[in-house]
């Protein structure tokens, strides 16, 4: 199936710092979302953007939906070890059959923070 | 609230054998359910969309008969993995929408296929 161009693949930081991750697509997406995933779990939401162009924060996350709604950024602002898991981007848009909003996955970004 | 659960967490199963996962939503009706597939260190993949009531829908690639799904109710989805062989072993993980569109996640099944 579809994926989305998420980059890097990894990151190894310093705690304190800053990180920022991006993915891209051929395709238009009605809403993008990152979602961070730990070992052996689901993965959680973090942040959904609904519109073209809008900037949204959670606490020391803040992610951006482009223009052309073929991409969205996630930063991480002063990291810290519990930031540690790989954070997937996804686009959701409606299937052919026009009632199910389906999501598609980006690759992930392992992050890594040394304390 | 939006709480997804399944059952079993783990499971280890011998090759032609069969073995079902169960999702269910919590706290809410769950109208449609997803159910993904990931293998390590990779992203997920969705397998199929399934709505209460209705066949699941799979997608290019998947095999209907051999991973037979089931949404009897808006609660409880299951997967059946029919046939289980090595190959199958991956990390299963279902998502349920209810009224909205925002998919909740429950928190994975491990298959093991020896």
């Known amino acids: 199936g579809q994926q989305l161009n998420q980059s890097p693949q990894s990151m190894f930081i310093q705690e304190g710092e800053d990180v920022s991750m991006n993915c891209t697509s051929s395709s238009i997406f009605n809403t993008w979302l990152w979602y961070k995933q730990d070992p052996g779990e689901g993965p959680v939401l973090l942040i959904a953007?609904?519109?073209?162009?809008e900037l949204t924060s959670n606490g020391r996350l803040t992610a951006q939906f482009g223009i052309t709604r073929k991409d969205s950024f996630l930063n991480i602002s002063a990291s810290i070890p519990s930031d540690v898991g790989i954070y997937f981007c996804?686009?959701?848009?409606?299937?052919?059959?026009?009632?199910?909003?389906?999501?598609?996955f980006g690759k992930g970004t392992l992050l890594t923070v040394n304390p | 609230g939006a709480v997804v659960s399944q059952h079993p967490s783990r499971v280890i199963c011998k090759s032609g054998t069969s073995v079902k996962i169960e999702c269910r939503s919590l706290?809410?009706?769950?109208?449609?359910m997803f159910w993904y597939r990931q293998f390590p260190k990779q992203s997920l993949m969705l397998m199929a969309t399934s709505n209460e009531g209705s066949k699941a829908t799979y997608e290019q690639g998947v095999e209907k008969d051999k991973f037979l799904i089931n949404h009897a109710s808006l609660t409880l989805s299951t997967l059946t993995v029919t046939s289980a062989h090595p190959e199958d072993s991956s990390f299963y993980i279902c998502s349920a929408t209810g009224q909205g569109y925002e998919q909740y996640f429950g928190p994975g099944t491990r298959l093991t296929v020896t």
């Open positions: 706290d809410f009706q769950a109208t449609t």
């Open positions: 953007l609904y519109k073209a162009g």
């Open positions: 996804a686009g959701q848009k409606v299937d052919s059959g026009g009632s199910n909003y389906k999501l598609t």
